[in-house]
């Protein structure tokens, strides 16, 4: 039997004046699961998730957390880190971050507390009473971050996480999220960087003109959408074959697509019988950025 | 089928936002500078008045208490010699020397007393001492033919009256009932005092309550946790106690320190027995300019006034994206809601004319109008009902406006917001 979902979208359409951002999308999220939300830029991802959590009102559907319509003063166990972000910048860390924890339901006093105990965790405990303008990118950033997980939430709602994040608290932030993941929350993820979505999502659903293209786990997608490929480096000529297309061959690298009856075994011994030196051999799914590339290549072409 | 369930929690948070935004202005520097220049600045000048004073009456009394040495003429024969000569004055028959003696330098006064001062204008010729030493030359003049003519009045009553101010109590009557004249004013006026200060002093602020969060990109994540109506209701509700907090520091000192500085400059505050005695209105009067239904309207009308302009200023807060964009617009509601004040004269000449009844009726202009209409009783019955559903009305829709601008306004970061795109995203 499936879990009650967390997150139900049912039917849900957004239009704005005569233009249709969102057709009639429906899927959900289950308890626990990592569920990634993609697409290419203004598919709908952000529209939805505004719709989802009342910042927008939806045109029709129906769009519920916890088998209820998003509502502060119900749901203080979900937290969104959206794409445009940003704090109090004349207020000090300490008086932010203990503000945001209020607003999430804990005392005062835990508010502090808590923030205090995260400042520690990522070196800015002597900067707690420092004024956010006065810190750096970096810093406002890991800020931002203890905004977002304090409380320690229930349903994470990130709107590209890692979007304008250097390395350190890029890494940073993954841990977070694996961490709130083993404890058993549930994350929603909008993002463009297929190497996350591989990394941490269960399942997701790929938008493309306001409808669901793609919706599934992500192997279900990947063999969906992407196939079987072989990856390798070799030294000679690759030769012609019914049984892959070459998706690219660059550099002594290349990746084939399998065709549906082909085996990977048997594409090698043709290489092989056709002289061709193999270096490296991986046969696997194709990758999510090439599932995305096959979905959104003709999009992402005309935006470029 | 879209969910149109009504969300539970409609104030859930209020108090957080309320102490956040009440601590975080109280602890601005900025706010206890801006705050206390006002009241300082007025302490200094009111420091410095008052020490001028003291200094110009020292002065005026130093130069009375030296006698001015003059000559005079006099063909009335009104001039009593022996008041003169306390005075003074030494009589001639030689105008001319005594003129030019003065003209010279030679001399400080000449008076040359006409033979009817009735009707005639008295001739003082007077050595210029500058503006540092003030000389009151014609008082001079002035003072010794009223008391040489005191000296010829036997009667010491009909003296009394020719020197003396006589005392008068003064009762106008309407509607079969004494009238409450000017003191009627005062207290509804107060509310339009009141109102004044209350744009002047949080105006600013009124905008920032939707600018703030747009310029630091915090909408979104202010309002997961919020519902839009209860943020905006509380950095209202703290904006009221700021400004309260403010009122108090601008009141206190002026109600306490100028006393002080009077006593340690030594200076005296005038008693009332010092001024003439219709000057200051009596208990009496004062109760009976206490209109219950003028003040009750007054305070409605500004209770009113005020939820229109801040939900008007919340509305322009939401659309535009930068606090330097909305302090444009704000400049232009203020000058339309004081616009009244330059009509003044046509308010109180003709307040039932066209003029009276466009701006009284026009919703930016309304609040003042009617405040200057009730404070001066021509404000009908009809009207005033008229312009507090017009005033509440407008209130409710700039407010209920703003909200609904702020909920999409706010995150339309970084473009001015397209109003027609937040009236388009509808609901079936």
Redo the contacts between chains.
Sequence with gaps: MQPTPVIEVDDFT????DKTVIDGLTFDVRPGETFGLLGSNGSGKTTTI?AL???????????LVQG???????HGG?????E??????K?TVI?VMT??G???GLPRAQASAWSLHFLERVDLASHARTRLDKLSGGQQQKVQLG?TVMANPEILILDEPTKGFDPVNRRLLLDIIEDHQRAGATVVMVTHQMEEVERLCDRVLLLKDGRAEAYGTVTEVQEHYGGRMIRLTYAGVLPTSSAYVIETNEKNYAELSLTSDADAQVVLRQLLDAGVTVRSFEAGLASMEEVFLRIYGADAAKEA | MADTTRRPGAWHNLGTVIAFEVRRTLKRRSFWAMTLAVPALMLAISALVIFSNGSAMKSVDASQRQQVPFTYTDASGLIDPTIAAKSGGTPTSDADAARAAVVAGKADLFIAYPADPTKQTIEVAGRDKGIAQPTDYAGIARSVLLASAKEKVSDAKLAGVLTGTPRVHELTYADGRVAPGVASVILPGAFLVLFYLAIIMLGNQMLNITVEEKENRVTEMILTTIQPTTLILGKLLALVAVGLVQTLVLIGPMLVLPGLIMTLLGANLPSSADLPPDALPSMADLASAINPPAIAVGALLFLGAFLMFTGLLVSIGAIMPTAKDAGSAFGTIVIALFLPFYAMGILMADPHGVASQVLTFFPLTSPVTAMVRNATGTLYPWETAVTLVLIYGFAALFLALGVRLFRTGSISYNAKLDIRKVFSSRRC
Aim: proline residues 10%; aromatic residues 16%.
């Design positions: 957004m239009t704005f004046g505004r959590l009342g910042i927008y009102t939806p045109t029709a559907g129906r769009l209820r319509p998003y509502d502060p003063a119900v979900l937290s969104y880190l959206p445009e972000r940003g704090l109090y910048k207020e008086d503000y945001f209020q607003l999430k905004v």
